[in-house]
């Protein structure tokens, strides 16, 4: 059930935010889906090469922006591994977090 939550309480929550874009939205419900395989507990551990195609995101530059921008504006946790080798772990706001704004 919380994983419903989850993406009810997203699309709450973007409804009148300005800040949030079409590439914001193809970017999270592309993390969405890689959190429901993982099980859907925790975070989502992926390489950037692995969401990018899913989110239909072609520019590291961008996936790179819009990640950060997420995590700035509180829809999701990003841990940056900074390693090639190593995934970079996002974790996607509990759902009360992001009802609070709403």
């Not at 922006?65 to 591994?81: A, F, I, M, Q, T």
């Amino acid at each position: 059930m919380e994983q419903i939550q989850i993406m009810h309480n997203f699309f709450a929550a973007i409804l009148y935010d300005p800040r949030i874009g079409v590439s914001h939205i193809a970017l999270y419900m592309a993390l969405y889906r890689c959190w429901i395989k993982e099980g859907g507990t925790g975070p989502v551990s992926a390489f950037s090469h692995e969401i990018m195609p899913i989110a239909k995101i072609a520019g590291s530059a961008t996936y790179h922006r819009v990640l950060r921008e997420l995590d700035e504006y509180g829809y999701l946790k990003y841990e940056p591994s900074f390693n090639r080798m190593r995934r970079s772990r996002m974790y996607l706001a509990e759902p009360a977090a992001l009802d609070a704004g709403n």
